[in-house]
């Protein structure tokens, strides 16, 4: 049974988060949704975590969060890449642990990812590529109102064969002022 009242607070990655980023990141069922296609050593991901906690969004062009649920367990994480501040726009990905999904996490963490997103950095956007075999990713983004504004025939090798990647956006509220 799904429960959708999961929710997830989005923090900072942390020196401890390595067990879990470690197993995420080294897990090949993830590698086809993914722009990673190879194990990473416990040392590279160390120095990601060391480097991400030195750099803002603004000149790495990018932002990984963790996200953690009301017992502070880590349940997934959320990342913004290509971020463009200028056009106020960025690429978003989430991954919830395999162990976790279809709970409800990963629509908490596209929420609080979005309010992040238009509050604290003014984004008129978000947007992500999903293959379309991908079908749990589709269903999830489109119900948090991402709607699908193109197609890239052929463009991903996933299971052996290519698939399109179906472009999706989803324009942001922006905040509220008081």
């Not at 990141?25 to 160390?46: C, G, I, K, M, Y």
């Not at 079908?135 to 109102?145: K, M, N």
Request: charged letters at 20%.
């Amino acid at each position: 049974m799904t429960n959708s009242n999961k929710s997830v607070r989005l923090r900072a990655l942390e020196p401890d988060d390595i067990d879990a980023i470690y197993h995420w990141e080294n897990d090949p069922s993830v590698w086809t949704h993914s722009a990673a296609h190879q194990p990473f050593s416990r040392q590279t991901l160390q120095r990601f975590i060391d480097e991400s906690s030195a750099t803002d969004i603004y000149s790495s062009r990018q932002l990984r969060l963790m996200a953690v649920n009301s017992e502070g367990t880590a349940v997934g994480c959320a990342d913004l890449f290509d971020f463009d501040p200028y056009h106020r726009r960025a690429g978003v990905g989430v991954l919830i642990d395999s162990r976790l999904r279809n709970n409800g996490y990963g629509k908490s963490m596209l929420r609080e990812l979005g309010q992040f997103a238009a509050t604290h950095l003014q984004l008129h956007l978000l947007y992500c590529d999903i293959a379309d075999n991908n079908i749990a990713s589709i269903r999830l983004f489109e119900s948090e109102g991402f709607q699908r504004c193109g197609t890239r025939p052929g463009w991903l090798w996933c299971d052996n064969e290519w698939h399109a990647a179906h472009i999706y956006q989803k324009v942001l509220e922006p905040p509220t002022t008081i």
